[in-house]
Nanobody, 124 residues
Framework: QVQLVESGGGLVQAGGSLRLSCAAS????????MGWFRQAPGKERDFVAA????????HYADSVKGRFTISRDNAKNTVYLQMNILKPEDAAIYYC?????????????????WGQGTQVTVSS
């Protein structure tokens, strides 16, 4: 079992930056691929980014490439999402997720554990 707790959401102006964090419980954090998803009101939960257990494999949704950076610190059991040049369409609840699947998981049903989410609001 893995428990995930996100933090770092808030209100930011368009063009600004935020850094989300996700703290994980457990002693096997490095064995999990970690992902970030987001869900805007009335929309489906969408993939944002994922990082392998070692951090050596990373992939992003096209909509955030070049603006968002996912990283992890296995010593701190934490994964981060640095979000730059934020746009109003980035506003959503952001969720952290974990899976033991290898490869490039990007679908919600490929992830087994989820945090409660953190709200990101972007004003225009």
């Amino acid at each position: 079992q893995v428990q995930l707790v996100e933090s770092g959401g808030g209100l930011v102006q368009a063009g600004g930056s935020l850094r989300l964090s996700c703290a994980a419980s457990g002693r096997t954090f490095s064995s999990y691929t970690m992902g970030w998803f987001r869900q805007a009101p009335g929309k489906e939960r969408d993939f944002v980014a994922a990082i392998s257990g070692s951090g050596g494999s990373i992939h992003y949704a096209d909509s955030v490439k070049g603006r968002f950076t996912i990283s992890r610190d296995n010593a701190k059991n934490t994964v981060y999402l640095q979000m730059n040049i934020l746009k109003p369409e980035d506003a959503a609840i952001y969720y952290c997720a974990a899976t033991r699947r290898l490869g490039f998981p990007a679908a919600s049903d490929e992830f087994d554990y989820w945090g409660q989410g953190t709200q990101v609001t972007v004003s225009s």
